[in-house]
Each structure stands twice: as C-alpha cells, then as structure tokens.
C-alpha cells in the first residue's frame, strides 16, 4: 500500500520561496503522475501542477510562473518550490498520486500525504 | 478551465435519511473513446486530507460504504448518501481529471439534522 510523507517548512515571511518535499513509500515514483494540491478556506482546494519521473511537468497556469517542481527516482521523492510568497499562499499543501503513465490513464488524486500547514506572515 | 460547481454548499440531513450532492461541469467530462466519465468524489473530514471516494463517476473506492453512490454523466453528476450515518458527517468534494488544470467543486457540508 503505497503511502505519501510530506515535510518541510511551515512559516514563511513574504517573499520567501516555499519548499516541501513528499516521499513515497510502499511503491516506486516511477509510473505516474505526482500532484501538489493546496486548500485554502476561501479558495477550497488548488491543483498546483504534476510532474512524472520523465519530469514531465504540468503547471496551473495561475501559479505557473512560481512554481518549481522536481522529482529524485534515487530518492524516490518528489519536491515542491513556490517563489515570492504572499499571505494568499497561506494554506495547507498537499501531495497526491495522480495518473498512470503505463497505462496512460487519468487518474483521482490517491493516496494523500499528510497535508503540511503554511503560514506566510510578517 | 473546466469550472465545477456543487449544490448545496451545505445540507443538515436526519439520521438514516438520504442525502443528495449535485456537481455540474462547465464542460463535459465524458471520454467517448473509452465510455468514461472523469470524475471523482471526495471525502474530507477536520484535520485529515481528502480520500477518494468514488472515481469513474460511479465506481466505489474499495472500503466505502455502499450506502454512497455515485451517478450522472458529461456535465451533471449526484453523490447519493442512501442512509445517512453518523460517520458520514463531512465535506464533499468533486473533481473532474479530464484535462488540465485539474479542477475541485467548492466543496458540500454534511451535517445530522
């Protein structure tokens, strides 16, 4: 049963770069698609992109120009930077299992890593 | 972008009485190559991530209760809670994988009358 363990800092000042990193245990990255997914209160729950282990990568377009995301086969893990926060990036991030590149087939976010709370304030 | 909406934001149901989530797509979600539909159904409770209820609009997560159940197709889908139980208190969410960007309903609230 694969699960996802996620870390990484939760407060932020404005203008930092966010960085957190999801480990995979149980299952290889290679093969699928790897999601990052925020949740605000007021904005509900944000796909921020997928990357594969092709580092094939696909952003959402409104967050496009901030994000970094990069994947380590020999780590098995895969990483999230966001750029120049703001108190609007304040949320709770996720990382999520995605589609099957063998298959080439879409797929529900499954399974979930823990979520880890960022705060970006002063 | 494909916009999903869900109705009610919010519903208070007795115990053992049936619950009803709407999600509709601003653009459908049906794959006629393969007859499939490219939506999922989530489950959250406080403090925990989303788990995947229902995917394939209409197909059970192993370990969900068949008291869920999911049904529609290309741009109008229902979640059905048969009977509500206890446990069954939480947010609702639906989401279309289509294409991208992957998009979220903004969530129903489930609550016992």
């Known amino acids: 049963q694969v699960q996802l363990q996620q870390w990484g800092a939760g407060l932020l000042k404005p203008s930092e770069t966010l960085s957190l990193t999801c480990a995979v245990y149980g299952g290889s990255v290679s093969g699928y698609y790897w999601s990052w997914i925020r949740q605000t209160p007021g904005k509900g729950l944000e796909w921020i992109g997928e990357i594969n282990h092709y580092r094939t990568i696909n952003y959402n377009p409104s967050l496009r120009s901030r994000v970094t995301m990069s994947i380590d086969t020999s780590k098995n893990h895969f990483s999230l930077k966001l750029s120049s926060v703001t108190a609007a990036d304040t949320a709770v991030y996720y990382c999520a299992r995605g589609g099957n590149i063998v298959l080439a087939l879409a797929a529900p976010f499954d399974p979930w890593g823990q979520g880890t709370l960022v705060t970006v304030s002063s | 972008d494909i916009v999903m909406t869900q109705s009610p934001d919010s519903l208070a149901v007795s115990l053992g009485e049936r619950a009803t989530i709407n999600c509709k797509s601003s653009?459908?979600?049906?794959?006629?190559?393969?007859?499939?539909?490219?939506l999922a159904w989530y489950q959250q409770k406080p403090g925990q991530p989303p788990r995947l209820f229902i995917n394939?609009?209409?197909t059970r997560e192993s370990g969900v209760p068949d008291r869920f159940s999911g049904s529609g197709s290309g741009t109008d889908f229902t979640l059905t809670i048969s009977s509500l139980q206890a446990e069954d208190v939480a947010v609702y969410y639906c989401q279309q994988y289509y294409n991208t960007p992957l998009t979220f309903g903004g969530g129903t609230k489930v609550e016992i009358k």
């Open positions: 394939w609009a209409s």
């Open positions: 653009q459908s979600v049906f794959y006629s190559s393969n007859n499939k539909n490219y």
